[in-house]
Structures are given as C-alpha cells and as structure tokens.
C-alpha cells in the first residue's frame, strides 16, 4: 500500500506554461507538505497544509499556489513556470504538526 | 550561521566499516531529532527519532544526540553497499507547530 503517492513521476516542459502536481496520502495524517529539492540536495519548505487550512507559506513566488480539497490531498498549481523551477518536489505528510514525516516519491521537473 | 549544519560529503567507506554521519545545531529550542535516509531518486524515508540525549539503537543504526554540545550522529556498523544513500538529519522544536528543520544531508558511499 503506497502511503504517501504523488503523480506525475516526471514532467517535462517548456519555460511559461502551467502545470500541475497532485499528492495523496492514505494515513489518516491531518497536516500535509511541500518541498522542493534542489540540485544540491537541500529540502526546503514550500508551503504546509493542517487539516485543509494553510499554515505555512515560506518564501514562494505567488506562481505556486497549492490547494487541498480534503485532508488527504494536497496539490500544487505553477503558474507560468521559469528555468528555476526546476527541481525535484516531494510531497510529505504527518500525523499532526511537528511529527515524523512520511514522504512521497517525488515529481521531477524539468523546466525547458 | 544555518540553523542546521551538516557536511555534504562524499563519504566513501569500504564495506563492513563503521560510518559516523554528523549535524551541528545552533538553537537549543530544538528538541528532538531525526536521521533520514533518502536512495538516489528516491524520497526520504524516516530511519531513527528520537527526543533525549544519549544513544538509540536499532540494528545496526544507533542515533545518539549531544544537547550540551548541539551535536547529532548516527552511527552504521557492518556498513554495506546497501546503505549508500544520502542521510538527512532534521530537528523539529516543541509545541507541535514547527516544521522540522532539515540539515542538507551527507552522501554515503559504501563500495564493496
């Protein structure tokens, strides 16, 4: 059973179009995540999600904008995307703020 | 200062070595403290958790965590090339309403 499931696996695009990334999980977690992994490897937070309510909002450009329709969704809308974008996007979850987080498999972007 | 401080590596072992994976951390409202493994392409998947000071062992990871000194480690006996992988630390506060603070992690090569 996949805990922590995120579609698509690869994306691959040209620089100012719109795409989507959709995550589920099947936990029962309250609190959902997204973070974006560099080529460095450094996973940095985008944006937390509690209970379908919006918790956390680091320093994203407003191209990003996440939505999560129940608690066990949380997806990513990017709105006019740049070269920068590029980056591996992992999805995670937990049990309540503060808790273990179970991640997902990640989606590679590729912004051509 | 980063808030979390945690060589990026290579580290490259022989097989059967013992490998020593390190974070510093600067701010003593950190509590306690998680080592992630994350394979090539793959997300980061949770290893040990733990709140207190001195050691954690399960099989052959022991997490041990130094408050006085702010310093973490995990330590891999009987290394094999299996556990080649990049190892994040995290370190989340208390109160339940922060978001775990990840270290940029170590890359860990064990060869044969």
């Known amino acids: 059973d996949t805990a922590v499931s995120q579609t698509p696996k690869y994306l691959v695009t040209q620089m100012g179009n719109d795409k989507s990334i959709k995550c589920e999980q099947n936990l029962g977690h309250d609190t959902m995540y997204w973070y974006k992994q560099d080529s460095k490897k450094f996973l940095k937070i985008m944006f937390s999600?509690?209970?379908?309510?919006?918790?956390i909002n680091e320093t994203v450009p407003n191209r990003f904008s996440p939505k999560s329709p129940d608690k066990a969704h949380l997806n990513l809308h990017i709105n006019s995307l740049e070269l920068g974008d590029s980056a591996v996007y992992f999805c995670a979850s937990s049990l309540q703020m503060g808790n273990e987080q179970f991640f997902g498999p990640g989606t590679r972007l590729t912004v051509l | 200062q980063k808030e979390v401080e945690q060589d990026p590596g290579p580290l490259s072992v022989p097989e059967g070595a013992i490998v020593s994976l390190n974070c510093t951390y600067s701010n003593s409202a950190f509590q306690y403290f998680m080592w992630y493994r994350q394979y090539s392409r793959k997300g980061p998947e949770l290893l040990m958790y733990t709140y207190s000071s001195g050691n954690k062992e399960d099989g052959r990871f022991t997490a041990q965590v130094d408050k006085s000194s702010k310093y973490i480690s995990l330590f891999i006996r009987d290394s094999q090339p299996s556990d080649s992988a990049t190892y994040l630390c995290?370190?989340?506060?208390?109160?339940?309403?922060?978001?775990?603070?990840f270290g940029r992690g170590t890359s860990l090569i064990v060869h044969p």
């Open positions: 995290a370190l989340g506060r208390a109160g339940g309403s922060y978001i775990p603070t």
């Open positions: 999600y509690n209970n379908k309510e919006l918790i």
